[in-house]
């Protein structure tokens, strides 16, 4: 993994006359899918055998076996998940409750009420019902704060939900909206426009990124620093690599070593790690070496114990990977949902998504 990078993915859908879908419940094998950043991106099929679900019903009862071919965090009610070399929605119950009879070459899960699609070469978002709305746009992205990036050859702007242009395309590269502000690329540089379009912090950036606790990660030159809702920089570019501030704590990169500044700038634990992810929930899982470990804001080490890898917490938990299998643990370091899945991702709404063997369930808290 590069020490710095940060990946602007706007799958940017089509018009918005609008078409009512059929939703049908289905499940099987099929062709299996990946799930990359905003859409699901379909890989060559693979041979699967029968998956047992017992381990499933072992640690809870109130889980999705393993049936799909791919699975998303639950948002909004509904998880996304791939199955028979398609893509639907399930609600908390494992039903699939929507799923566009269209060829489908990639979805988004739902964010503020609709979700993205892709199909036949045409961009567009469904809704929870199943209606379908297409554009006239070559792109588009998910919504936030009401508006979402679209593009139009190669100019980008934003939309409403009801498919009103609210600025017009005129930016080389647009981001989303988050905290009432989104960062554009004009002329080769980057600044700030607010929900009406106008530039309230002029392009000067060579990089910029979205606002997370009143900061904004902004690059100058090499170096990365952080921009204020003040419009100042706050935090000047001196670090090599920069992530947002989580936790009132940011991880910066100094040379190949990671450590985390306060919202002054001064260094609050100093570099020391080989990575480092962000404060959720008052923990941190950073890595030494080929471990992982927690931290707490102090930077002091949590449970005295490591893990191959070990993710950020999540509605009380954190998947972690110890002997090859993944778990979950509480803040105080205990396993209470034992490491038996092959791979595992954050609770979301109550729910996580787990894979055994080449197949992607759900499981509930206990």
């Known amino acids: 993994m590069p020490f710095h990078q940060k990946t602007r993915s706007l799958l940017l859908l089509a018009g918005f006359s609008s078409i009512v879908l059929m939703?049908?419940?289905?499940?099987g094998q099929g062709r299996q899918v990946r799930l990359t950043g905003d859409e699901l991106q379909p890989v060559p099929p693979a041979q699967t055998a029968p998956v047992p679900s017992s381990d499933i019903a072992q640690t809870q009862t109130n889980g999705i076996p393993p049936q799909f071919d791919s699975a998303s965090d639950f948002s909004e009610g509904l998880a996304l998940v791939g199955?028979?070399?398609?893509?639907?929605?399930i609600n908390r119950d494992g039903r699939v409750v929507v799923k566009p009879d269209l060829e489908i070459s990639g979805m988004s899960s739902f964010s503020e009420g609709l979700a993205v699609i892709r199909f036949n070469g045409i961009h567009g978002f469904i809704d929870q019902k199943g209606q379908l709305f297409v554009s006239?746009?070559?792109a588009v992205s998910r919504f936030s704060n009401g508006l979402a990036a679209v593009r139009k050859g190669r100019q980008y702007g934003y939309v409403d939900k009801s498919g009103k242009v609210v600025i017009q395309p005129q930016f080389a590269l647009a981001t989303a909206f988050s905290e009432g502000l989104a960062a554009v690329k004009l002329n080769s540089k980057y600044g700030y426009v607010d929900r009406s379009g106008k530039l309230v912090i002029p392009p000067q950036f060579d990089d910029a990124w979205e606002f997370a606790e009143g900061m904004a990660v902004i690059r100058q030159g090499k170096k990365w620093g952080y921009l204020g809702k003040s419009k100042r920089?706050?935090?000047s570019p001196q670090f090599d690599g920069a992530f947002s501030f989580s936790g009132s704590l940011a991880r910066v990169r100094i040379g190949d070593q990671w450590g985390y500044v306060n919202r002054k700038g001064a260094i609050a634990i100093p570099p020391q790690f080989s990575f480092a992810s962000d404060f959720s929930q008052g923990l941190a899982a950073?890595?030494?070496?080929?471990k992982w470990s927690y931290i707490n804001p102090s930077g002091q080490p949590m449970f005295n114990r490591q893990f191959d890898f070990a993710s950020n917490f999540s509605e009380g938990l954190a998947a972690v990977k110890v002997n090859g299998k993944w778990g979950y643990i509480n803040p105080s370091g205990h396993f209470t949902i034992p490491a038996i899945f092959d791979n595992a991702g954050p609770f979301s709404e109550g729910m996580a998504r787990v894979q055994v063997g080449e197949k992607w369930g759900y499981i509930g808290k206990r």
């Open 286 to 290: 950073v890595q030494t070496g080929e």
């Open 136 to 138: 006239p746009y070559d």
């Open 83 to 89: 199955f028979e070399g398609t893509y639907g929605f």
């Open 23 to 27: 939703a049908s419940v289905q499940t």
């Open 233 to 235: 920089v706050e935090i």
